[in-house]
């Protein structure tokens, strides 16, 4: 099975930078995704990491170790609308379903 | 985009009573849909993985006569909450991976619908 730990609730200031780490346990890895959703609403994709090494898009980065079973969301300039809560994944190969992590809640403040 | 159309968005319902839930893909073709549950403050913890024209396969401690799952066409899944009671009152959710015809979308290819917030009392 697959276990993704997260941290559950970070926080920060408008403008700042804030790390959301993720650490898991999987039997078979085929990549690392993660989410934001916001209260009430729909998981929306923010970034995928297949192999090791930092993925960049606009504000959002997303860093994988494969050996360390380690990754990381980097929000910068951070903006009162990114709080919400973030979720890694992992998906099953085989049935192709995606397994969420247990989400860390990001409040940002003024 | 590969769009899942959820209804209800929200539902009060009567303890004992059964609720349907439906995901609609509308322009594709989802031959997987998988259903979550999501408690507040919580995490999405998948339910059951329903396939078209096949029985749904459920995770492991999901009682499969309460939650109905049917997915009769490649376009239309339906969740039945059967026998509700106030335990059952969640965010359910679907989600469908998105697989074009020229090309396998990989990670940015699952879509989720709206959700429905499932009231029993």
């Known amino acids: 099975g697959q276990s993704l730990e997260q941290p559950s609730e970070v926080t920060a200031v408008e403008g700042a930078i804030v790390q959301?780490?993720?650490t898991y346990q999987t039997s078979g890895f085929y990549g690392l995704s993660w989410y934001q959703q916001h209260d009430g609403g729909a998981p929306t994709f923010l970034s995928y990491n297949g192999l090791d090494g930092l993925e960049e898009t606009?504000?959002?980065s997303s860093f994988l170790s494969r050996s360390d079973s380690y990754g990381y969301l980097l929000l910068q300039?951070?903006?009162m609308k990114d709080s919400a809560s973030y979720f890694c994944a992992v998906r099953d190969r085989g049935f192709q379903k995606l397994v969420f992590g247990t989400g860390t809640r990001l409040l940002v403040s003024p | 985009g590969a769009v899942v159309s959820q209804h209800p968005s929200r539902v009060i319902c009567k303890s004992g009573t059964s609720v349907k839930i439906e995901c609609r893909s509308l322009d594709f073709q989802a031959t997987t849909m998988f259903w979550y549950r999501q408690f507040?403050?919580?995490s999405l913890m998948l339910m059951a993985t329903s396939n078209e024209g096949s029985k749904a396969t459920y995770e492991q401690g999901v009682e499969k006569d309460k939650f109905l799952i049917n997915h009769a066409s490649l376009t239309l899944s339906t969740l039945t909450v059967t026998s509700a009671h106030p335990e059952d009152s969640s965010f359910y959710i679907c989600s469908a991976r998105?697989?074009?015809?020229a090309r396998?979308?990989?990670w940015g290819g699952y879509t989720f619908g709206s959700g429905t917030r499932l009231t029993v009392v």
């Open chain 1, 20 to 22: 959301i780490n993720c």
């Open chain 1, 58 to 60: 606009g504000r959002f």
């Open chain 1, 77 to 79: 300039e951070l903006q």
């Open chain 2, 40 to 42: 507040p403050k919580q």
């Open chain 2, 98 to 101: 998105v697989i074009t015809v």
């Open chain 2, 104 to 106: 396998q979308v990989d």
